[in-house]
């Protein structure tokens, strides 16, 4: 079966063909910079051919129609005739409490989708314009969605719910979602591969460490809990986004700096986390660099960042009253031996040990990076989120026969 996975933002279009019986991607790439001057379409063949081209972009719908216009491309294609793609799986980051699962789309699906843009205004409303002009594009063929809150579905209450008055909870469904659910899943079930033991027997904390970043805490192969809330800013240090403050500090820095709602939000969003606390870079990388030059803010940010990713591996550890495996993923978890080192560091009383070697040539592979005697084992593994939005696609539509 090939399946084509769509990720849309507000101006960009991630897309790959994946046959998901082998695992492989025959073609990914973009559309970015939807709507302005200068749209460009990437893409990249498992064979090693790529491709640049600029082009006009005006919506979602005419991003969709170049990328499969590019698919079936004499030179730069995959694949001869539209009809070759059998399904098309999209991301949809807000399921609310509608969705524990990935979907089939019909109309009452996309409803439901619509009622979610109140939870994710930001993100929804661009998942709903993928699906439509995917609908457009292949008409008839059908459309799965694969939400990035369902794996956290699990949560219990004592979890998901905040001390607030529980009305409001009841009144707008105010509660912790959880995101990246689909490469929580990926790493999951590959740390539970590579242990040789039955999910249901491990408790395992999963870290993904990309521009956003979250964790999960894994018992039985069920999220009990995650970082990220009712939307995903709360948890971690993130690349822009603050994680975890006092919520009062919102109040207070909207009165002293009259700040009005959205400007709160983008402090908030925008302009907070590494980038905020070091003032150059959201990027690890740069701030890495710029540490070692011996800039001050820039290993102030490094250090707050890794102290919290330590903070909440703790606290996951106790939540499920042991670990048996740490797994780090995304951008910062595959590649960044530091920060691995400095989130595992002191861990050691819960039976965590790096080997330092295994550590520091785990870059961007998965491996194990604990001792042979740790009694927890650590893991880089790199996330496929694409892989499994194919894999559950393929699925829905095998079911629906
Ligand atoms: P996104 O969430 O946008 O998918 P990624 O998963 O690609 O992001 O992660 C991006 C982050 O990964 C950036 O902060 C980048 O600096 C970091 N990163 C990538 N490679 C390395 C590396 N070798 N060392 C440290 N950080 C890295």
């Known amino acids: 079966m090939l399946i084509l996975v769509i990720n849309c933002g507000s101006s960009s279009v991630k897309y790959q063909l994946v046959d998901p019986g082998k695992a492989v991607a025959l073609v990914k790439g973009s559309v970015e910079r939807i709507g302005m001057s200068g749209a460009v379409l990437t893409l990249q063949r498992s064979d090693g051919h790529t491709g640049k081209f600029g082009l006009e972009i005006l919506d979602h719908t005419v991003a969709?129609?170049?990328?499969?216009?590019?698919?079936?491309?004499?030179?730069?294609?995959?694949?001869?005739?539209k009809s070759e793609v059998d399904a098309v799986g999209h991301r949809v980051v807000h399921g609310g409490q509608q969705f524990t699962g990935s979907v089939m789309i019909d109309e009452e699906v996309l409803a439901k989708i619509?009622?979610?843009?109140?939870?994710?205004?930001?993100?929804?409303?661009?998942?709903?314009?993928?699906?439509?002009?995917?609908?457009?594009?292949?008409?008839?063929?059908?459309?799965?969605?694969v939400f990035d809150t369902a794996f956290h579905s699990s949560l219990p209450?004592?979890?998901?719910?905040?001390?607030?008055?529980?009305?409001?909870?009841?009144?707008?469904?105010?509660?912790?979602?959880?995101?990246?659910?689909t490469s929580h899943r990926y790493v999951l079930n590959r740390a539970v591969e590579l242990l040789g033991k039955r999910a249901e027997d491990l408790k395992v904390i999963t870290a993904h460490l990309g521009n956003g970043?979250?964790?999960?805490?894994?018992?039985?192969?069920?999220?009990v809990d995650t970082s990220m809330g009712l939307t995903p800013l709360e948890g971690l240090v993130m690349g822009t986004r603050c994680g975890d403050i006092d919520p009062s500090i919102i109040l207070h820095i909207m009165g002293r700096e009259e700040l009005n709602l959205s400007e709160a939000n983008t402090l908030l969003n925008k302009h907070s986390g590494l980038q905020g606390l070091s003032?150059?870079?959201?990027?690890?990388?740069?701030?890495?660099?710029?540490?070692?030059?011996?800039d001050e803010?820039?290993?102030?940010?490094?250090?707050?960042?890794?102290?919290?990713?330590?903070?909440?591996?703790?606290?996951?550890?106790?939540?499920?009253?042991g670990v048996d495996a740490v797994v780090f993923t995304a951008g910062v978890g595959e590649n960044s031996a530091l920060?691995?080192?400095?989130?595992?560091?002191?861990?050691?009383?819960?039976?965590?040990?790096?080997?330092?070697?295994?550590?520091?040539a785990a870059v961007g592979v998965e491996a194990d990076i604990s001792t042979a005697g740790s009694k927890v084992k650590v893991f880089t593994i790199p996330t496929n989120e694409e892989?499994?939005?194919?894999?559950?696609?393929?699925?829905?539509?095998?079911?629906?026969?």
């Open 157 to 181: 209450r004592e979890a998901y719910l905040y001390p607030l008055p529980y009305v409001l909870y009841r009144r707008y469904e105010i509660r912790r979602y959880g995101f990246h659910g």
């Open 339 to 360: 920060v691995r080192a400095r989130a595992c560091d002191k861990l050691g009383f819960l039976g965590i040990e790096l080997d330092s070697e295994a550590n520091e």
């Open 297 to 321: 803010r820039a290993a102030l940010a490094i250090n707050v960042y890794c102290y919290r990713l330590r903070k909440y591996i703790g606290s996951y550890a106790a939540a499920m009253g």
């Open 387 to 401: 892989l499994v939005i194919a894999r559950d696609t393929e699925q829905i539509v095998n079911e629906a026969g």
């Open 279 to 294: 003032g150059i870079s959201s990027d690890m990388r740069d701030l890495i660099e710029e540490s070692k030059k011996g």
């Open 114 to 145: 619509r009622q979610c843009i109140e939870l994710a205004p930001l993100h929804n409303p661009h998942n709903i314009r993928g699906i439509n002009a995917a609908m457009r594009g292949l008409p008839g063929v059908p459309q799965v969605a």
């Open 213 to 223: 970043c979250s964790m999960a805490a894994v018992d039985g192969g069920k999220s």
């Open 64 to 81: 969709i129609e170049q990328i499969l216009a590019h698919l079936v491309h004499s030179e730069h294609g995959v694949i001869k005739d």
